[in-house]
């Protein structure tokens, strides 16, 4: 709008990318393209939609995959590690750029949580809402484990040749072999029991002794669609940016938190076991120690951590209703 106060940071999680709505180039919706419209959740008739591709990865932004202007080669590992505020700060620059001072909202899923968060607590005079998503302000010990199972698994492929695989072949197996362990931690056991059970792909036969199920076949396809958009050096620094964040770095919640100036909605999924809703009331209770304006709600969805990638009336009620409020309330002191 004319005052540039309506702009919306969406920061996406691990395996998304810029394109958070419309037609990708594949012919598939963008990742929230059910939520961010005309009309839909994120009412694009009144607010302006930003997302960028996170500094590491490999989807536009610089990351191990891109050239080193100094060797005229991929970075490779060469690339210096990454933290989830190094991901915001190259935001910083974007809205610079683009002569944004103030975002009314900043919001994402996971790892676009995190962000978020760096967000609220970094560059406090220029968020007017939060809106962290099934995320966390540190990784647990679990949740660095199964970054760690993934990493492994493509550390040692041998195609991995210590990041140095550009031009020949990448650790494709190694790659597809880690996105199919996220997966699993993205689903719960009543989604994964609704969609597959103990369905059959194809039976035994001469040629294959045993049987697949139909959960196998998914979780192969899986990782072999996410083969072919991801870069398997970007997947391990992105991995371990979300590994090494810790929001408060051993403050009292009280210190970091107290010159906060935006208002929070933390949401969570009940059926969540990757970013489970402990981990969401402990961030509640550290903003409500620091009289931050909180609002928190825990969703009974049952599809685990993808709820807020999936089509969820729930989910959509809450972060709509949150924002439509918020949006009015700026309009009416507008108006004042």
Known sequence: NEDRSNAILICHALSGNAQVAGMMESGKPGWWDFHVGPGKTIDTNHFFVICSNVIGGCNGSTGPGSIDPQTGQPYGMSFPPVTIRDMAAAQVKLLDHLGVDKLFAVTGGSMGGMQALVWATEYTERV??????????????MQIAFN???????????????????????????LAVARMVGHVTYLSEFSMHQK???????????????????????????????VRRFDPNAYLYITKALDNFDLLEGRAPEELLRD????FLVISFESDWLYPPSQSREMVRALNRS??????????????HDSFLIQNPDFTRVLQNFLNTEYDSVSRQALV
């Open 128 to 141: 007017r809402c939060c809106i962290p998503i099934a995320s966390c302000m540190a990784h647990s010990a």
């Open 148 to 174: 760690e199972v993934g990493r492994q698994a493509i550390t040692s492929d041998p195609n991995w040749r210590g990041g140095a695989y550009y031009g020949k072949a990448r650790p494709e197996h190694g």
């Open 196 to 226: 597959f059970g103990r369905k059959l792909q194809k039976a035994a036969s001469n040629e294959d002794m045993f049987p697949q199920y139909s959960v196998e076949s998914y979780l192969q396809h899986q990782g072999e669609s996410f």
């Open 260 to 263: 906060l100036k935006a208002r």
């Open 291 to 304: 009289n931050a304006v909180v609002t928190y709600t825990n969703l009974e969805t049952p599809y685990g």
